[in-house]
Nanobody, 124 residues
Framework: QVQLVESGGGLVQAGGSLRLSCAAS????????MGWFRQAPGKEREFVAA????????DYADSVRGRITISRDNDKNTVYLQMNSLKPEDTAVYYC?????????????????WGQGTQVTVSS
């Protein structure tokens, strides 16, 4: 049974930092592209960042590029999202997702497994 468990969310002031983690189990982690998506109240889920299986190519939404870094540790079956210079508009539930051997990074329907999400709240 595949499980993705996010952690690291919380309340932070604008300009602060958080590091989200997503621990995966029940899958061969190194063969999965891992992505982070977020959903703010009243809005659709949107792509944040992804890191491809194999070559670890990364991609970022324009709204977070330069402030957020995605990384993975295949030995620990974990993907991370380092978020710096946070803004109130980054407030959302952040979801980790896994897609088997996909080259597609930004499209949510490419991801077959999802975590339960972790809340990030940025106060102004």
């Amino acid at each position: 049974q595949v499980q993705l468990v996010e952690s690291g969310g919380g309340l932070v002031q604008a300009g602060g930092s958080l590091r989200l983690s997503c621990a995966a189990s029940g899958l061969t982690f190194g063969t999965y592209t891992m992505g982070w998506f977020r959903q703010a109240p009243g809005k659709e889920r949107e792509f944040v960042a992804a890191i491809r299986w194999g070559d670890s190519t990364t991609d970022y939404a324009d709204s977070v590029r330069g402030r957020i870094t995605i990384s993975r540790d295949n030995d620990k079956n974990t993907v991370y999202l380092q978020m710096n210079s946070l803004k109130p508009e980054d407030t959302a539930v952040y979801y980790c997702a896994a897609a088997f051997k996909t080259m597609i990074l930004r499209v949510s329907i490419a991801y077959m497994y999802w975590g339960q999400g972790t809340q990030v709240t940025v106060s102004s």
